[in-house]
């Protein structure tokens, strides 16, 4: 395994896990639009809300994002999950994206 992760491309370690890198751009794109439904899913309904307080379970979620995905690929999954999800369950609140930018970062943070 350490014979592949070492033969492929700065650009393509940055973007994929050794999972996918070596499956074809549909497998990609699937794993891709699964953990942001995932995302959204946490983001939007798996919360407790008090009054300027929220608990969830995006940031356990974005970790395993970013080992399934990898550093490129999960940053954009948790970034889209975060902001699709405070879309569907705003509650009236201002959209704040360093919220976004957290779970995504979370996800690069991988190695």
């Not at 350490?2 to 033969?7: A, D, F, L």
């Not at 969830?56 to 550093?71: C, M, N």
Request: aromatic content about 16%; some cysteine.
């Amino acid at each position: 395994m350490q014979k592949i992760y070492s033969e492929r491309k700065w650009y393509e370690r940055l973007a994929f896990s050794p999972l996918l890198a070596k499956k074809n751009l549909s497998h990609k794109i699937a794993y891709l639009g699964v953990n942001t439904a995932l995302l959204i899913v946490c983001n939007a309904f798996l919360e407790v809300k008090f009054i300027d307080v929220q608990f969830s379970v995006t940031l356990f979620v974005s970790i395993i994002t970013g080992i399934l995905l990898g550093a490129g690929s999960g940053f954009l999954a948790c970034f889209i999950g975060d902001a699709l999800g405070f879309m569907i369950s705003s509650w009236g609140y201002m959209y704040m994206p360093w919220v976004g930018l957290t779970t995504a970062t979370t996800a690069l943070y991988r190695a």
